[in-house]
């Protein structure tokens, strides 16, 4: 292939693929392709018919700037801009002027009877997110600082109406048999996504939302009396149990040190903030439980209630490498196979 052709071809291939970093109007070229233009422009110095070169040069930035403007569109809703491409559109919004770097308040909507909590995660300075399911139904709602403010949504098959929400611009996206719903309360952007609801039940939902504590986990009184529960796991030695204020915390030494913390419902406050946090409902031994992992402290815990006594077990994390990354998947699953065996023996224990 002549230096023209592998030329010719480089562009070709650059300009059939919309840019995935140009605002609509400053497109910032790779490194690749800045890499390849400089060894292009050594290799003209050292020979190459440098005015066709220049000439080639123009052109094809001609075509790239075409594509750029044909093939990408900015959408101006107030409060809401989106860049779309062919297959995609990314939102951002701009904060108010003297925004603050944090959420003033914590909102949440009025969760219709029949659906319950699966996952959650909150991330300081940045955001909470929420996923609830029932009834064949599922809302997830996020709350997020304007700054931040970036989803990126599949144009296939999407419909944008511009509405509004307690007076607030809003934008609904429709596909299928989801919608989804993005608005401005402050410095923050709330976006709830749906399935199985009505477009008006959508707006109903986020017209109701209301401030709200910051979350955390807690567990309702069972009406059973809480007593102490001892017990006994293969492979593992308690080096330390104590008891202060209603929880008893036993220490155990093994393969992987654990901490297990037992007390009434009422009792339970969680091991740590729930900051930079994430946790979702999972099932050992037909029980239901949460698995909740504080991200900034490696620190992973396992929450059950039974028979009136919540049992809390706490490990640190420690992911194995493959193929040199970290698999989170993998050390989730080691955590609830001991949580397993811990449910196991506190059961039989009480049994």
């Known amino acids: 292939m002549t230096d023209k052709d592998e030329l010719e071809k480089y562009f070709l291939d650059r300009i059939s693929e919309p840019p995935e970093d140009s605002d609509g109007v400053d497109h910032v070229f790779s490194w690749e392709y800045e890499r390849k233009k400089q060894q292009l422009i050594r290799r003209a110095s050292n020979g190459c018919h440098v005015p066709h070169f220049r000439l080639f040069l123009a052109v094809a930035a001609a075509a790239v700037s075409a594509l750029i403007f044909a093939g990408v569109r900015v959408l101006r809703m107030p409060g809401f801009a989106g860049v779309q491409r062919h297959d995609s559109t990314r939102f951002s919004v701009q904060p108010p002027d003297g925004s603050s770097d944090s959420a003033e308040e914590y909102y949440s909507v009025d969760i219709p009877e029949g659906m319950r909590l699966e996952s959650m995660s909150t991330v300081p300075e940045i955001g909470n997110y929420f996923v609830w399911e029932g009834g064949g139904r599922m809302i997830s709602f996020s709350q997020e600082k304007a700054s931040v403010f970036s989803p990126q949504i599949d144009n296939q098959h999407s419909k944008y109406t511009e509405c509004t929400v307690n007076g607030s611009t809003a934008v609904m996206v429709k596909w299928d048999n989801s919608t989804m719903l993005m608005w401005n309360i402050g410095s923050s952007v709330l976006m709830m996504n749906t399935s199985g609801f009505t477009d008006d039940e959508v707006m109903e939902l986020a017209e109701g939302a209301q401030p709200t504590e910051r979350f955390t986990l807690g567990f309702d009184s069972s009406g059973t009396e809480y007593r102490e ?110 949580a397993g065996k811990l449910m196991d023996a506190v059961s039989s224990e009480n049994g």
């Open 229 to 338: 529960r001892p017990f006994t796991l293969d492979g593992f030695t308690v080096t330390d149990r104590s008891e202060s204020g209603g929880v008893t915390e036993t220490l155990l030494a093994g393969a992987r040190d654990i901490r297990v913390r037992q007390c009434a419902p009422e009792d339970y406050v969680p091991l740590m903030d729930m900051d930079f946090f994430e946790m979702s409902r999972v099932t050992l031994h037909d029980s239901e439980c949460w698995l909740m992992r504080w991200i900034d402290e490696d620190e992973y815990a396992v929450v059950w209630e039974q028979d009136g006594c919540v049992t809390e077990m706490s490990i640190r994390a420690d992911p194995p490498k493959v193929n040199g990354a970290y698999d989170i998947s993998a050390d989730e699953e080691s955590v609830l196979s001991i």
